[in-house]
């Protein structure tokens, strides 16, 4: 069986042997007041309505061939994304929104997308999360942003069904999680990526902290946040002495800062222990509070 057939079979496999995709929870429900007609299927990740409304789906990381690289494998896993936004097509969409959410520069709504079903009766129903299907047939990855995180606990455990079973783009060596030791990490520079490592020491200034892989801060790889941010994680439990000597997966966009570097904008973008941490606003200090 060659490689394009075996991705084939292995996303019809998933479909079917996926569990029913409405198990979401309260917070990701989305509101039955209003309902949005798909007109077109803009890519890579966007539908217009037929109000002239562009819902932007949040939260992920699809296969793209200018970014990813041009090869027949990524063109596949690009297509099979498209074509699972453009049979949305002529149906109707319900949208869960984060709190406080707003249009992005574009004007784009940005959203977890529900596709409705018609029952015999007449009557709607959610039947599909999108967000969900996509990354349970490893046709996108998790990529939390800020004012896109409401819902990235829930779909976590649906990437991880995916990339357990080598489905779609984690059968392929351009997706999988990097060690932070490996020296081609610079080569993955303007590219969204998962580096998996243990971290050797967390340091502190005034308004920032850092996480060190390795004991070169200037050439190892490197994650770094506001004092802000690590609050959020530590009244998460995601604390500096848990971090310290855990193995931790950080999401994000490499970059170089002598070496390659992470900046960790939300709390995420870090998985420790299996599990991604969620960050809570709680612990929020007044305005003129000094950080960390």
Partial sequence: MNARRALSTAFTLAFFSSPALGAETTRCMPKKDKLYRVAEALPPQALKTRSGAVLRLIGLDLPDPVRHGDNADIAALSKRARDALVGLVGRDVRISREKGSKPDRWGRIPAQVFAVSTGGSGAKSNSEWMQRRLLRLGLARLRPAPGETHCVKDLFKDEGYARANRLGLWRLPEFRHQDAEDETLLTRVGRFGAVTGTIISVGKTKRRVYLNF????????????????????AAAGVTEKRLKGARVTIRG????????YIEITVPEQVEIAGAIATGTRSQDRKAGSKDP
Avoid at 215 to 233: E, I, N, P, Q
Avoid at 253 to 260: E, F, Q, T, V
């Fill in 214 to 233: 390795g004991r070169h801060w200037s050439t190892d790889f490197t994650a770094s946040m506001t004092g802000k941010v690590y609050r959020s994680l």
């Fill in 253 to 260: 966009w490499i970059k170089s800062r002598r070496g390659p």
